[in-house]
């Protein structure tokens, strides 16, 4: 499908004196009136909730309370993916009869009994026994640390193994509440071997099968008893220091621009790639405000090629920026910009925290290589052209306070609410000179729109059709002309929505 938004890329100067012009007032009253008009469409419960939080104003937007976590951990092949699939209701995670075939920590939301919460599946443990002790640690730790009650999987046909005792060891020390499974007990006949599992200490296992749904929901009950309504591990922190990620690829300089921040020798700096593993923070000041820097490890290559150290290096730079809420991504203007470099800034967009590019080795630069650069980042990092840009060199500090005022310009953005009168607005002097295009013989209209949320701001459209992604790419570039986010995502999401029978 082409790309409908290039017929309006030229930036429009009228329609921002409109807008400045509109009385706030008579916007509140036009929204309310396509706010009423919506009762002729077919609504859903989640519907209605995000359309409260444009009557109840500005104030209705907060961070959503963070879903409580339950990880489920075990060794291959114990039935961890198949007992995710059973309890989310729906098939999500690949189950296949080969050990480790999940490699990545992958979370899933899920709904049982009104209840929500997020549900963590792991794998990638090494299978071979020189190294298994240390990434049985790794793999646990990370999916154990980002919980708040953990499933430890085991499988009843085979008993306990040494593995599993090691991550006996691994839970005792965690501190967090433990439930034990013992996973393929089929019928009543297997429930001895279930009660076997005693020995390992951790109280009663309760016998399920992840393939027939056996046990599942008494087991639930219980879990859903000591789960908080509110994550205690991933929940948002407020009045502290704002947290920044500092990601990159290996040996881009992360480790020498915390140690220039900090000033002193924080982290261990090699030219040898990949020295950090583990995620280090560290609260430092820097242009006369407290910030919380957290140094990860240089992502290398796709996480379901690596290996080892590598692979769990790459779990806990994911963790830690999911604990962030701005990231600054240093790239070494020496190279040439590569794959990885993109694919780091997607996960920024992806994880929806704020963006600020950091061109590290800028000292280094000559002109030939300044032209060769300029042309890579028009070519690859076009789509955040958004994303303030400073240039610095972590080892010698040049330049370092301008990330500051970079970090407050798209922290700001990121925090950023458009009042759902001037929001409606926009929409309607858009759409007016730049109607959606006609597809099959219909043309999707806009009927009301609302920011449901900040952090990243989030847009929800209610409209009688689909949108065009290009359409929907038009839309986001006219509120950055207008409105800035400079250096914060926008995310849009559509709501297509029919008339009501009315004859029903």
Partial sequence: MTDQSEDFDAPDDDLAQRLAGVDDELAEQRATALRSGLSDYALDDDDLEVLEISEEGEEAIRYLPA????????????????????????????????????????????????RRFTLVDTGGWEPDAKGIDASVAAQAEVAIDLSDVVLFVVDATVGATSTDEHVVRLLR?????????????????????????????????????ALHGRGVADMLESVFKVLPQVSAVAKDEFGGPRRVAILGRPNVGKSSLL?????????????????????????????????RFVDTAGIRRRVHLQQGADFYASLRTQAALEKAEVAVVLLDVSQALSEQDVRIIDLVLESGRALVLAFNKWDLLD???????????????????????????????????????????????WDTRIATGKFNAFLTELTQE??????????????????????????????????????????????REIYGFEGSPIVINMRVREKRDRSK
């Fill in 67 to 114: 879903l409580p976590v339950i990880a489920i951990v075990g060794r291959p092949n114990v039935g961890k993916s198949a007992l995710v699939n059973r309890i989310l209701g729906r098939r999500e995670a690949v189950v296949e009869d080969t050990p480790g075939v999940t490699r990545d920590r992958v979370s899933y939301k899920g709904e049982y009994l009104d």
């Fill in 173 to 209: 020390k965690a501190n967090k509440p433990v439930f034990l499974l013992a996973n393929k007990v089929d019928d009543a006949r297997q429930e001895p071997e279930a009660a076997a599992l005693w020995n390992l200490g951790l109280g009663e296992p309760y016998p399920v099968s």
């Fill in 367 to 413: 002109d030939e290589r300044r032209r060769y650069l300029e042309r890579e980042i028009e070519q690859d990092l076009h789509h955040v052209s958004w994303a303030p840009r400073v240039n610095i060199s972590a080892k010698t500090g040049r330049h370092l306070e301008k990330l500051v005022p970079a970090l407050e310009t798209a922290l700001e953005s």
């Fill in 434 to 479: 730049h109607p959606h295009p006609v597809r099959g013989g219909k043309q999707p209209r806009i009927l009301f729109g609302t920011q449901a949320a900040t952090r990243p701001p989030t847009f929800v459209l209610f409209t009688t059709g689909f949108l065009d992604p290009g359409y929907r790419r038009f839309i986001q570039r006219r509120l």
């Fill in 259 to 291: 140690n220039k921040t900090a000033g002193e020798e924080r982290v261990v700096v090699n030219e040898l790639a990949g020295t950090t593993r583990d995620p280090v923070d560290e609260q430092i000041e820097l242009g006369g405000k407290i910030w």
